[in-house]
């Protein structure tokens, strides 16, 4: 009976795949997502502001800046170190036709999406920070999440997971930031 079921969920899994990365292909996300997902294209803008925080952020930018790295370092060996090579998912780019691949497709693990899991750890944890800021990192978490379906490297599970994942290892630092934040006075905002 559970092999039934997840059986079931394989190939439901692989239907949303299929949804997601062929039916829905248009020009505009086929310029779109793969700037989205490359990691490449953030990563002057996140130094930058990194290095802005640090600099003019006061105590709040330089906390904002402790608890991302300390999140997104969390999430980040947890599911590259741990939950992959446990898991062992092979990307769908590896394993099905007829796919739309919009960028190289790698041997690595499928299952969780470290993109979705350290997006949205880090989409939470800044937020946190900067309350007024949730809208658009929800938005862009959300597209840099949906872009590794769309571009062919993940099902919409393992981003799903990632997703969870993510805001679970945010949770996990900011309830660990209150609690010392309770017990030593300079680790606060205030």
Same mark, same amino acid.
């Given at each position: 009976?559970?092999?039934? #079921?997840?059986?079931?969920?394989?190939?439901?899994?692989?239907?949303?795949?299929?949804?997601?990365?062929?039916?829905?292909?248009? &020009?505009?996300?086929?310029? #779109?997502?793969?700037?989205?997902?490359?990691?490449?294209?953030?990563? +002057?803008?996140?130094?930058?502001?990194?290095?802005?925080?640090?600099?003019?952020?006061?105590?709040?930018?330089?906390?904002?800046?402790?608890?991302? !790295?300390? &999140?997104?370092? #969390?999430?980040?060996?947890?599911?590259?170190?741990?939950?992959?090579?446990?898991?062992?998912?092979?990307?769908?780019?590896?394993?099905?036709?007829?796919?739309?691949?919009?960028?190289?497709?790698?041997?690595?693990?499928?299952?969780?999406?470290?993109?979705?899991?350290?997006?949205?750890? &880090?989409?939470?944890?800044?937020?946190?920070?900067?309350?007024?800021?949730?809208?658009?990192?929800?938005?862009?978490?959300?597209?840099?999440?949906?872009?590794?379906?769309?571009?062919? !490297?993940?099902?919409?599970?393992?981003?799903?997971?990632?997703? +969870?994942?993510?805001?679970?290892?945010?949770?996990? +630092?900011?309830?660990?930031?209150?609690?010392?934040?309770?017990?030593?006075?300079?680790?606060?905002?205030?």
């Amino acid at each position: 009976m559970f092999y039934g #079921l997840f059986e079931n969920l394989i190939q439901f899994d692989t239907s949303l795949f299929y949804f997601f990365n062929v039916k829905l292909q248009n &020009g505009i996300f086929d310029f #779109l997502m793969p700037i989205l997902t490359n990691l490449d294209y953030w990563r +002057i803008p996140l130094g930058m502001m990194v290095v802005l925080l640090l600099i003019f952020g006061k105590k709040r930018g330089r906390i904002a800046v402790l608890l991302l !790295v300390v &999140g997104i370092a #969390l999430s980040d060996q947890l599911c590259n170190n741990v939950l992959k090579p446990l898991i062992q998912r092979i990307r769908p780019c590896n394993v099905l036709e007829e796919i739309h691949l919009l960028v190289n497709c790698t041997r690595a693990y499928s299952f969780p999406s470290s993109h979705a899991m350290n997006i949205f750890t &880090g989409c939470i944890l800044f937020s946190y920070s900067y309350p007024k800021s949730k809208v658009i990192l929800l938005i862009i978490a959300v597209l840099v999440s949906y872009s590794r379906i769309y571009v062919g !490297v993940h099902y919409p599970f393992d981003v799903l997971a990632g997703v +969870i994942l993510g805001i679970f290892c945010a949770f996990i +630092i900011i309830t660990l930031f209150k609690f010392l934040s309770k017990n030593f006075r300079g680790l606060s905002y205030s």
